[in-house]
Nanobody
Framework: EVQLQAFGGGLVQAGGFLRLSCAVS??????IAWFRQAPGKEREGVSC????????YYANSVKGRFTISSDNFKNTVYLFMNSLKLEDTAVYYC????????????????????WGKGTQVTVSS
C-alpha cells in the first residue's frame, strides 16, 4: 500500500523559512511532487523530483526560493522554502507516481496517482 504523509507546515512571517517533509512508503522508484492550493484557487504544482536520477522541476513562482531534495534512505522528500511571501500561503500536498519520468513533464496533477493529506502553510506580514 502506498502511503504519503506530509508534515512541517505552520505559521511564518514573510521572508521566513519552512521545511516540509513527505514520508513515502510502498514505492521503490518514484516521482514526488509538491502541490499547493490556496482558497478559491486551483491546485498548482510547486516542485517535483525523481528518486532515480534526482531530476527536479520548479514552478516559476518558486524558482530561486524553494529547493526540493530526496533522502532515499529515509524515503523522505523535503521542500525547503526560503524567502516566503504572502502568496505562498496555501495547503501544501505531496503526491507521487511510480514513473519518475513525469518529472520531465513538470509532474502535472493528472500524472500523479497517489496523494497525501495536506499541510497548511500560512505566511503573515
Amino acid at each position: 500500500e502506498v502511503q504519503l504523509q506530509a508534515f512541517g507546515g505552520g505559521l511564518v512571517q514573510a521572508g521566513g523559512f519552512l521545511r516540509l517533509s513527505c514520508a513515502v512508503s510502498g514505492l521503490d522508484d518514484y516521482a514526488i511532487a509538491w502541490f499547493r492550493q490556496a482558497p478559491g484557487k486551483e491546485r498548482e504544482g510547486v516542485s517535483c523530483i525523481s528518486s532515480v536520477d534526482g531530476m527536479t522541476y520548479y514552478a516559476n513562482s518558486v524558482k530561486g526560493r524553494f529547493t526540493i531534495s530526496s533522502d532515499n534512505f529515509k524515503n523522505t522528500v523535503y521542500l525547503f522554502m526560503n524567502s516566503l511571501k504572502l502568496e505562498d500561503t496555501a495547503v501544501y500536498y505531496c503526491a507521487a507516481d511510480r514513473s519518475p519520468k513525469v518529472v520531465a513533464y513538470g509532474c502535472p496533477v493528472s500524472g500523479m496517482h497517489y496523494w497525501g493529506k495536506g499541510t497548511q502553510v500560512t505566511v503573515s506580514s
